[in-house]
């Protein structure tokens, strides 16, 4: 069992930067992937990047990239997300999702391939 706790969300300024963390609690392994996702009001949730716990294997969602990069912490098991020139669209609740299996990248995108979740962090971002 794992256990995700994310943190870092708030309130900020278009062009503003945010650094999400998400915090794992059990057994995570290397080759496993570990993602962002976020849902804003009235939409559904929405794949945002991926990684290995080991750092390798990332991918990231076309309307990110350039703007946020992820990256792991695989000893003290913490992945964040890099947010910078962020935009009113950028607005949603952001949740770390982690598999409990060898995936191959194509299905990163995929919600359904993730066993564990965060319960989300708030991330604001006013025009």
């Known amino acids: 069992q794992v256990q995700l706790v994310e943190s870092g969300g708030g309130l900020v300024q278009a062009g503003d930067s945010l650094r999400l963390s998400c915090a794992a609690s059990?057994?995570?392994?290397?080759?496993?992937?570990v993602a962002w996702f976020r849902q804003a009001p009235g939409k559904e949730r929405e794949f945002v990047a991926a990684?290995?716990?080991?750092?390798?294997?990332?991918l990231y969602a076309d309307s990110v990239k350039g703007r946020f990069t992820i990256s792991t912490d695989n000893a003290k098991k913490t992945v964040f997300l890099q947010m910078n020139s962020l935009k009113p669209e950028d607005t949603a609740v952001y949740y770390c999702a982690a598999a409990k299996a060898l995936i191959g990248s194509s299905r990163y995108r995929q919600p359904a391939i993730y066993d564990y979740w965060g319960q989300g962090t708030q991330v604001t971002v006013s025009a």
């Open positions: 990684i290995k716990w080991s750092g390798t294997s990332i």
């Open positions: 059990g057994r995570t392994f290397g080759a496993y992937p």
